[in-house]
């Protein structure tokens, strides 16, 4: 089993930056890909981004583009997603996920990943 826990919500006033971070443990992972997603109220979830196992490509959705940035610590099995100039529809939950069925490429589909954290809430303010 692995175990995902986020970290590092809060709640900003739009404009304002968090970085999130997500670490890893639990069972041995090999060429592991992360990602993450959010869920406002009364949505579904949605992809936010994901990065591959070496930390050398990255995937965000379109509203997260120029304004998040996504990174990885193997070493310490923690991804980091700094998000800046944040905006009130990033409101949401935000889960970070993983798997290390597909060789390490980043996975863009929720049904690709096996694990996933707990959810840190994202509050921003107009």
């Known amino acids: 089993q692995v175990q995902l826990v986020e970290s590092g919500g809060g709640s900003v006033q739009a404009g304002g930056s968090l970085s999130l971070s997500c670490a890893a443990s639990g069972r041995t992972l090999r060429n592991y890909a992360m990602g993450w997603y959010r869920q406002a109220p009364g949505k579904e979830r949605e992809f936010v981004c994901a990065?591959?196992?070496?930390?050398?490509?990255?995937y965000y959705a379109n509203s997260g583009k120029g304004r998040f940035t996504l990174s990885r610590d193997n070493a310490k099995r923690t991804v980091v997603l700094q998000m800046n100039n944040l905006k009130p529809e990033d409101t949401a939950v935000y889960y970070c996920a993983v798997t290390d069925r597909y060789g390490g490429g980043y996975v863009s589909s929720e049904v690709g990943y096996d694990y996933w954290g707990q959810g840190t809430q994202v509050t921003v303010s107009s």
């Open positions: 990065i591959n196992w070496s930390g050398s490509s990255t």
